[in-house]
């Protein structure tokens, strides 16, 4: 088969089960990723929680989680993937960018993040996740439409048009009570960060605490135009 072939059949295939899996538990949606792409399946946790990471376990048990070390971090953030994959039946497979901070601070001068944070993002997340994800046909999200007016659209199955694969987001419809229910019922971890005045939680330059009644990406890039990192369009 060809590759245009491939992505054709990937494309109808992800607009198929995006349709008969809208009403689809969250369960059950990684269980037909499972089924349907075996180990081209993965699972990408930015680690504010491991709730899609410990779905995943169960409908795929040893599933591979992708997470992304930017270099920037919370030491949170990292104790909490090194706690996943102590403690889960998952294998947690860390990606890094092709320059340390340091290099990257030597060609485009210090904090990029604060004067160019598009191209910080594109150099530590898009560009590993793109060449990361090389191995699968498929990847799933803790994306939620509930999160901002940005996310509102998203399917629980779609087809990721810029890395032509398949992306799977089975909480998709969850709201954050539901988050927190699944939490409580399975003890899964969480970031610390997240009873520390952080709602959503990225790399520790560009990530404040949210005020009350502010929506859960409002401490992302604060004061910039920027909502989304360019994983996610």
Not at 135 to 164: F, I, M
Request: glycine fraction near 8%; hydrophobic fraction near 40%; proline fraction near 4%.
């Amino acid at each position: 088969m060809t590759e245009t072939a491939t992505e054709d059949r990937l494309r109808a295939l992800a607009e198929q089960a995006g349709r008969e899996l809208e009403d689809a538990s969250a369960l059950d949606i990684l269980a037909w990723a499972a089924d349907t792409f075996g180990k081209r399946f993965c699972v990408t946790s930015s680690m504010e929680d491991a709730v899609v990471a410990h779905l995943a376990s169960r409908a795929f048990p040893g599933v591979d989680v992708v997470f992304l070390d930017t270099g920037y971090h919370f030491e949170e953030t990292i104790g909490t993937r090194d706690a996943v994959a102590a403690v889960m039946d998952v294998n947690v497979i860390t990606l890094t960018p092709r320059q340390t901070v340091a290099e990257q601070d030597a060609q485009y001068g210090p904090a990029l993040h604060d004067r160019d944070p598009d191209l910080c993002c594109a150099l530590r997340k898009v560009k590993p996740l793109e060449e990361g994800l090389g191995a699968y046909d498929a990847w799933a999200t803790g994306l939620r439409r509930d999160e901002s007016p940005t996310r509102a659209g998203t399917p629980v199955v779609g087809w990721d048009a810029r890395r032509r694969k398949v992306k799977v987001s089975p909480i998709a419809r969850w709201t954050q009570d539901d988050v927190d229910a699944y939490v409580a019922e399975h003890g899964v971890l969480t970031n610390p960060l997240l009873t520390d005045g952080y709602a959503s939680v990225g790399c520790a330059p560009c990530t404040r605490r949210t005020a009350e009644g502010e929506d859960a990406r409002a401490g992302r890039w604060a004061g910039r135009a920027k909502t989304e990192c360019g994983l996610h369009g």
